[in-house]
């Protein structure tokens, strides 16, 4: 019987993740072990518009796993939006003899792999984002190492905080969710956390929790803003300081939450999630995003993904607000 794919492209898109090195590693590996061939393409759509490739093999992806960032490269393509540069992305496939793509990366990788699907292409997704705003998916390649890599800055600047009872105002990434927000904020014991989810209430959600920490006795404060909140953390430090006149300092974590070494859990996450990736598309599936079902790798269709909403966990967000006395 022939086999669904003989040889598979694989490229990482949009802002990188840790973990996705380990993705990369997974679907080269398991495809050596399948019998497929494997091409790395550089720069995301960029690179397949480009023919901007690299051939990879068993010992290529060697140690890759505990690496940050992408060894493929990442990118954010403005003319793979134009008819033009698709063609070319798909002529640069037929030449290399790609019959099927697996692209790491968030919502926007999936929709231009949609586009590649119409054209013929085999494609599968892999959610790799330090967000975790991927609906289909509870858990998304890289949020592990970024939230660990916040709460450990956090940690240590609590202790300035503390020496000069001061007030912290931190913003951590998240432009339209406030997973990493809320996550880090009940890991590291927030005054407050603001996230983009939620219309801010300056006196309810950040002044009270603070006067209620003073009144028990607290002289330093730590407040976990998102970076998509409304006027973002310069803005939320300059409303304290005019309620409460505390000695407000703002740090904005920023890109150093995209690097670093993965933790085990999204080398794991990743290395599953490449085999899924491979495994699919030798039993002739296309069109499909792997993803995570509380511990449990499963796969949906990528129009039914894109079309699926992920709000802020529930629960998470009680025990943050049970904890920081918000009512
Ligand atoms: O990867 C997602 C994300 O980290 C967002 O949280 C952030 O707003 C954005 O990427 C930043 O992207 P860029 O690296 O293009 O500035």
């Given at each position: 019987?022939?086999?669904?794919?003989?040889?598979?492209?694989?490229?990482?898109?949009?802002?990188?993740?840790?973990?996705?090195?380990?993705?990369?590693?997974?679907?080269?590996?398991?495809?050596?072990?399948?019998?497929?061939?494997?091409?790395?393409?550089?720069?995301?759509?960029?690179?397949?518009?480009?023919?901007?490739?690299?051939?990879?093999?068993?010992?290529?992806?060697?140690?890759?796993?505990?690496?940050g960032?992408?060894?493929?490269?990442?990118?954010r393509?403005?003319?793979?939006?134009?008819?033009?540069?698709?063609?070319?992305?798909?002529?640069?496939?037929?030449?290399?003899g790609?019959?099927?793509?697996?692209?790491?990366?968030?919502?926007?990788?999936?929709?231009?792999?949609?586009?590649?699907?119409?054209?013929?292409?085999?494609?599968?997704?892999?959610?790799?984002?330090?967000d975790?705003?991927?609906?289909?998916?509870?858990?998304?390649?890289?949020?592990?190492?970024?939230?660990?890599?916040?709460?450990?800055?956090?940690?240590?600047?609590r202790?300035?905080?503390?020496?000069?009872?001061?007030?912290?105002?931190?913003?951590?990434?998240?432009?339209?969710?406030?997973?990493?927000?809320?996550?880090?904020?009940?890991?590291?014991?927030?005054?407050?956390?603001?996230?983009?989810?939620?219309?801010?209430?300056?006196?309810?959600?950040?002044?009270?929790?603070?006067?209620?920490?003073?009144?028990?006795?607290?002289?330093?404060?730590?407040?976990?803003?998102?970076?998509?909140?409304?006027?973002?953390?310069?803005?939320?430090?300059?409303?304290?300081?005019?309620?409460?006149?505390?000695?407000?300092?703002v740090?904005?974590?920023?890109?150093?939450?995209?690097?670093?070494?993965?933790?085990?859990?999204?080398?794991?996450?990743?290395?599953?999630?490449?085999?899924?990736?491979?495994?699919?598309?030798?039993e002739?599936?296309?069109?499909?995003?792997?993803?995570?079902?509380?511990?449990?790798?499963?796969?949906?269709?990528?129009?039914?993904?894109?079309a699926?909403?992920?709000?802020?966990?529930?629960?998470?967000?009680?025990?943050?607000?049970a904890?920081?006395g918000?009512?």
């Open positions: 019987m022939e086999k669904a794919v003989r040889r598979i492209g694989v490229f990482t898109s949009g802002g990188d993740a840790p973990g996705m090195n380990a993705a990369i590693r997974s679907v080269v590996r398991t495809a050596i072990h399948m019998g497929i061939e494997c091409v790395g393409i550089r720069r995301g759509y960029h690179g397949l518009i480009n023919g901007d490739f690299v051939t990879l093999n068993f010992d290529s992806v060697s140690g890759l796993s505990r690496r960032g992408t060894m493929l490269y990442s990118a393509s403005e003319d793979f939006k134009s008819e033009v540069g698709r063609e070319r992305a798909v002529a640069t496939c037929k030449l290399l790609l019959d099927a793509l697996v692209g790491i990366g968030g919502d926007g990788t999936f929709r231009g792999l949609l586009t590649l699907a119409d054209k013929g292409l085999s494609v599968i997704g892999i959610p790799g984002t330090i975790n705003d991927i609906a289909c998916s509870t858990y998304t390649i890289g949020y592990d190492t970024a939230c660990n890599t916040a709460v450990e800055s956090i940690d240590k600047l202790d300035t905080m503390q020496s000069h009872e001061r007030c912290s105002v931190v913003e951590v990434m998240g432009r339209h969710a406030g997973h990493v927000a809320l996550n880090v904020g009940v890991a590291c014991g927030a005054t407050a956390v603001l996230v983009p989810e939620q219309v801010v209430n300056y006196e309810t959600d950040l002044v009270e929790p603070i006067r209620r920490a003073r009144l028990s006795g607290r002289t330093h404060f730590m407040i976990i803003v998102a970076e998509g909140v409304q006027g973002g953390a310069y803005e939320v430090a300059k409303q304290i300081h005019e309620a409460t006149a505390l000695d407000t300092r740090t904005i974590l920023g890109h150093v939450q995209r690097g670093g070494a993965p933790t085990v859990r999204d080398r794991v996450a990743a290395t599953y999630m490449g085999y899924e990736a491979v495994r699919l598309l030798a002739g599936k296309t069109c499909r995003v792997v993803a995570m079902d509380g511990e449990s790798y499963v796969d949906y269709d990528i129009h039914e993904a894109l699926m909403k992920k709000g802020l966990d529930q629960q998470t967000y009680t025990v943050m607000r904890l920081t918000v009512q």
